[in-house]
C-alpha cells in the first residue's frame, strides 16, 4: 500500500498534467483521492479535520477548481493551508484558464515550503471531468493494496508524520483507511482504548455494540456482528515487548478479511504501541499527561481512572520553558503540593523534554501569581531565560492539546516581542502567532501591519523614536517612569520623544483604539528585526 504521487503522475489521466509545485511531495504515499466542494476554511478546519494537527485525517490527494473562489486568492491559501495541517498529500487544480484565471504565486510557494504536491490539469480545457482522475486514482490503489506489505507502509507514514500525530490512534486510523474496516483496540481487563470506524459515522454504533463485549472470550477468531448486515468482527491478542496484552477486533462489513491481512494489521499495532504507545516512559502520571497533550480521550479516561482524576475539571495548563526538565521533574512533587492549597486538581509530569503541570481553575489569582513568582525566581536563578507559560480558560483536553502546540510554534516570537516577560499568558503566544502570520503572508501584508509607524521612520531621530514606543507599549505598560527606567534615560527625554511620536502619528501612542493598530506594529517590527539579526 505505497502508491506514491509520483506513481499517479503515470495515469492517463494525468499524462498532460504538470507539478508546477511542492515537488519535493513526489514520493509521499497517497491512501485515496477526494474532492473539496466547500470553500471555507473554517468549515475545513472544523468539520473535517476536527484536529488537523492530532488526529490524522489525511493521506488524500484533493481534486478542486476553487469554483466558488476562483477570484479570491486569500481563501485560497486558506484552503491549502487546512489542507496541509489536515495531512493531505496534494491538490489537483482542474479547469485553470476556464473558471480559475490562474494559479497565483502564492499557492505555489506554500506548496513548495510544505512539500504539498500542486497539480495543474491542462489549462483552457473545459470539457475535463472529475470522474476519469477518481477511476484512475482508485483503481490503482485497490490493486497496489494486493501486493504491497502493509507493515512497512504504516510504518514508513508514522516515522514521516509529525511528532503530534504519532500516536496508537493515528495508526489505527491508518489501517482503518487502509483495509477499509473499523478497528477496536481493547485492554484485557474489558476497557476501550481506541476506536477507527469505517465509514466514520459509525463510531457510535460501533462503540455500543462492541464495548460491553471487551474482553472478547477468545484470543484469536471471528464472530459476526448482529447490528450491521453482512459484518463479521475478526479478533486476535497482541502481546507488547513490556508484556501487556491487548486485544484487536476488525469489523469488516462484505468481503471477508483475508488472514493475512489481520496478520499484519495485529503486526503493523504491536510495533506503534511499541515504539509510540510508551515514549514518554511508564510513569502512569507522565502517560495521563501524554494523552491529555495528545489528545487522546479514551487512553485518558482510563488513566484518570487509575488516579480518580476528573478530567473534566482540568483548566489550565504551566509549562516550564528554557529549563533542564530533568532536574524540575525533581521538584515537580512539590510544586503540585504548593498549589493544590490554591487549585482542587494538581498534576505534572515532564512531556517531551517539557516539563507541564496541568490544573483545575485556581481560586486566588493574586495568591497564585505569588507562587508562579516565587517559581519562575527559583528557576532564573539557575537558568537565566527559563520562563513559565501559563495557558488558562481550558474548556477540554483538545484545548489543552491546542494549547500545548501554540506554545511550540509561538514561544520564540513570543520571547523577541516581549524579552522580558517571565511569566507568558495564552493571549500573547495567541498575538505572537497572529503576528507571525502577518509576515508569513508576504511583503506586503508585513508593510500593511507596519503602516502605523511609518510616520516615525521618516524622522531622522526614528531609531530612538521606534525604540521609545515599542518599549513603551511593548514592555513597560504604557508606564513613563518604566520605559526610562528601562532604556536608561530621564522621565523628561521619554516624555518629550512620546510628544514628538503622537505629533508624528496625530494621537497620542496609548490612545484607544488607534493603540492596538501601533501595538501590533510594534510587535511585527520587533519580529522583522529579530529575524534579521539571526
Known amino acids: 500500500m505505497s502508491v506514491t504521487v509520483e506513481d499517479l503522475m503515470r495515469l492517463p489521466s494525468l499524462r498532460q498534467a504538470k507539478v508546477i509545485g511542492g515537488s519535493g511531495g513526489m514520493r509521499r504515499v497517497v491512501s485515496s483521492i477526494s474532492v473539496l466542494e466547500?470553500?471555507?476554511?473554517?468549515?475545513?478546519?472544523?468539520?473535517?479535520?476536527?484536529?488537523?494537527?492530532?488526529?490524522?485525517?489525511?493521506?488524500?490527494?484533493?481534486?478542486?477548481?476553487?469554483?466558488?473562489?476562483?477570484?479570491?486568492?486569500?481563501?485560497?491559501?486558506?484552503?491549502?493551508?487546512?489542507?496541509?495541517?489536515?495531512?493531505?498529500?496534494?491538490?489537483?487544480?482542474?479547469?485553470?484558464?476556464?473558471?480559475?484565471?490562474?494559479?497565483?504565486?502564492?499557492l505555489i510557494d506554500m506548496a513548495d515550503e510544505n512539500d504539498f504536491v500542486l497539480i495543474c490539469m491542462p489549462e483552457g480545457k473545459s470539457n475535463l471531468r472529475y470522474g476519469e482522475l477518481i477511476t484512475d486514482v482508485t483503481e490503482c490503489i485497490y490493486q497496489d493494496k494486493s501486493s504491497a506489505s502493509l507493515v512497512s507502509d504504516i510504518l514508513d507514514r508514522m516515522s514521516s508524520a509529525p511528532r503530534s500525530q504519532q500516536t496508537v490512534a493515528t495508526a489505527l486510523r491508518m489501517l482503518c483507511m487502509e483495509l477499509g474496516c473499523s478497528i477496536v483496540l481493547g485492554s484485557m481487563d474489558?476497557?476501550?482504548?481506541?476506536?477507527?470506524?469505517?465509514?466514520?459515522?459509525?463510531?457510535?454504533?460501533?462503540?455500543?455494540?462492541?464495548?460491553?463485549y471487551l474482553p472478547f472470550p477468545f484470543e484469536r477468531g471471528s464472530v459476526r456482528c448482529n447490528f450491521m448486515p453482512d459484518a463479521v468482527a475478526y479478533c486476535q491478542t497482541i502481546r507488547s515487548d513490556s508484556g501487556e496484552r491487548y486485544q484487536l477486533a476488525l469489523v469488516r462489513v462484505g468481503m471477508p478479511l483475508e488472514k493475512g491481512e489481520l496478520e499484519q494489521a495485529a503486526d503493523t499495532l504491536r510495533i506503534c504501541i511499541n515504539i509510540?504507545?510508551?515514549?514518554?516512559?511508564?510513569?502512569?502520571?507522565?502517560?495521563?499527561?501524554?494523552?491529555?497533550?495528545?489528545?487522546?480521550?479514551?487512553?485518558?479516561?482510563?488513566?484518570?481512572?487509575i488516579f480518580h482524576i476528573d478530567i473534566a475539571s482540568i483548566h489550565e495548563l504551566w509549562l516550564f520553558c528554557g529549563t533542564d526538565a530533568g532536574k524540575v521533574k525533581k521538584h515537580m512533587k512539590e510544586y503540585c503540593e504548593l498549589m493544590r492549597q490554591y487549585a482542587d486538581t494538581v498534576f505534572g509530569a515532564v512531556f517531551e523534554g517539557m516539563p507541564v503541570m496541568c490544573l483545575s481553575t485556581p481560586h486566588s489569582l493574586r495568591e497564585t501569581e505569588k507562587v508562579m513568582m516565587g517559581m519562575i525566581a527559583d528557576m532564573r536563578a539557575v537558568w537565566p531565560d527559563a520562563?513559565?507559560?501559563?495557558?488558562?480558560?481550558?474548556?477540554?483536553?483538545?484545548?489543552?492539546?491546542?494549547a500545548y502546540l501554540t506554545v511550540l510554534d509561538a514561544l520564540e516570537d513570543v520571547r523577541n516581542i516581549f524579552p522580558d516577560r517571565c511569566?507568558?499568558?495564552?493571549?500573547?503566544?495567541?498575538?505572537?502567532?497572529?503576528?507571525?502570520?502577518?509576515?508569513?503572508?508576504?511583503?506586503?501584508?508585513?508593510?500593511?501591519?507596519?503602516?502605523?509607524?511609518t510616520a516615525l521612520k521618516s524622522d531622522s531621530e526614528s531609531g530612538d523614536l521606534l525604540e521609545t514606543v515599542c518599549t513603551y507599549l511593548l514592555d513597560c505598560d504604557g508606564s513613563v517612569t518604566k520605559t526610562a527606567g528601562k532604556l536608561f534615560l530621564h522621565r523628561n527625554t521619554i516624555k518629550y520623544r512620546l510628544q514628538r511620536i503622537?505629533?508624528?502619528?496625530?494621537?497620542?501612542?496609548?490612545?484607544?483604539?488607534?493603540?492596538?493598530?501601533?501595538?501590533?506594529?510594534?510587535?511585527?517590527?520587533?519580529?522583522?528585526?529579530?529575524?534579521?539579526?539571526?
Open 276 to 305: 509510540w504507545g510508551r515514549q514518554s516512559g511508564t510513569d502512569a502520571v507522565n502517560e495521563l499527561v501524554r494523552a491529555i497533550l495528545q489528545d487522546e480521550p479514551l487512553r485518558m479516561r482510563r488513566l484518570a481512572g
Open 190 to 212: 474489558g476497557v476501550l482504548l481506541e476506536l477507527a470506524t469505517w465509514p466514520s459515522e459509525l463510531e457510535d454504533t460501533v462503540r455500543k455494540e462492541l464495548e460491553p
Open 387 to 402: 520562563v513559565i507559560v501559563r495557558c488558562c480558560g481550558l474548556n477540554n483536553t483538545t484545548d489543552c492539546h491546542r
Open 423 to 453: 511569566l507568558v499568558l495564552q493571549g500573547e503566544l495567541e498575538f505572537a502567532a497572529e503576528c507571525r502570520k502577518l509576515i508569513d503572508g508576504g511583503e506586503d501584508a508585513a508593510m500593511r501591519s507596519l503602516a502605523p509607524l
Open 502 to 534: 503622537t505629533d508624528m502619528l496625530g494621537h497620542h501612542p496609548a490612545k484607544m483604539p488607534e493603540m492596538m493598530g501601533l501595538y501590533r506594529s510594534a510587535a511585527v517590527y520587533r519580529l522583522l528585526v529579530a529575524s534579521k539579526e539571526t
Open 38 to 106: 466547500s470553500t471555507k476554511p473554517e468549515i475545513l478546519v472544523n468539520e473535517l479535520f476536527p484536529d488537523a494537527r492530532s488526529g490524522y485525517s489525511g493521506g488524500e490527494l484533493v481534486i478542486t477548481g476553487f469554483i466558488n473562489c476562483t477570484d479570491d486568492v486569500e481563501m485560497q491559501c486558506e484552503n491549502v493551508g487546512r489542507l496541509i495541517e489536515g495531512g493531505e498529500v496534494g491538490l489537483v487544480l482542474y479547469y485553470v484558464g476556464v473558471y480559475l484565471p490562474r494559479v497565483d504565486q502564492r
